[in-house]
Nanobody, 116 residues
Framework: QVQLVESGGGLVQPRGSLRLSCAAS????????MAWYRQAPGKQRELVAQ???????NYADSVKGRFTISRDNAKNTAYLQMNSLKPEDTAIYYC??????????WGQGTQVTVSS
């Protein structure tokens, strides 16, 4: 079965940095579109960043210029480098994998808290 395991979340100060990782197994990773979503308390889950199998990226306006999504196909892992973090970035961050048109998978989420 397909598994997505997030890591790297935690407590960080405003203006600090954090790198999230999403390790995938059970799928041909290089053919997948990877994305990071987040959900803050009382809010809808929103797309933060996406990277296709062709390495095309897109970002939410709120994180553009601060966050970078990347992938290492040799390690079956996607990353989200988060810099210049703000309290508004506090949320549970979820890894998402899309493979073709019919397969979509979610990680269990990792908490990111930005607070002084």
């Amino acid at each position: 079965q397909v598994q997505l395991v997030e890591s790297g979340g935690g407590l960080v100060q405003p203006r600090g940095s954090l790198r999230l990782s999403c390790a995938a197994s059970g799928i041909i990773f290089r053919l997948a579109t990877m994305a990071w979503y987040r959900q803050a308390p009382g809010k809808q889950r929103e797309l933060v960043a996406q990277i296709t199998s062709g390495a095309t990226t897109n970002y939410a306006d709120s994180v553009k210029g601060r966050f970078t999504i990347s992938r290492d196909n040799a390690k079956n892992t996607a990353y989200l480098q988060m810099n210049s973090l703000k309290p508004e970035d506090t949320a549970i961050y979820y890894c998402h994998l899309g493979w073709g048109q019919n397969y979509r998978y979610w990680g269990q989420g990792t908490q990111v808290t930005v607070s002084s």
